[in-house]
């Protein structure tokens, strides 16, 4: 074996990720989305007629959905490990958890 073969050998072995990973992300994420979800709904509705103030709720959107839609994958992935469900109905479970608690964030 050369020493090149032996140098990428070494360099390519996989590496476990932490055991908490997976639970440190979701949270996060659930952060995230929350607060996104608070500024929306915290939104006054007269501050539409001023196209400035526009740029923190449009912020606040695309934080919220691109958080929340990597959220519903956590979830669901955490659904397959557990083997609750598979493929799309993992997806479909994952989603109704994350809308449910975005309902209950905008309810308050």
Avoid: C, N, Y
Wanted: aromatic share 2%.
């Amino acid at each position: 074996m050369s020493d090149m073969e032996r140098l990428l050998q070494g360099a390519l072995v996989p590496v476990d990720p932490p055991v908490d990973l997976g639970e440190k992300l979701e949270r996060r994420l659930t952060a995230v989305t929350g607060a996104a979800v608070d500024e929306i709904a915290d939104w006054d509705p007269s501050a539409f007629r001023d196209p400035r103030r526009w740029a923190r709720l449009v912020v606040a959107g695309v934080v919220g959905v691109s958080a929340g839609g990597a959220l519903v994958v956590v979830r669901a992935r955490q659904k397959q490990k557990h083997r609750e469900a598979r493929g799309v109905a993992a997806l479909g479970k994952g989603m109704l958890e994350v809308t449910g608690d975005v309902r209950r964030r905008l309810r308050r």
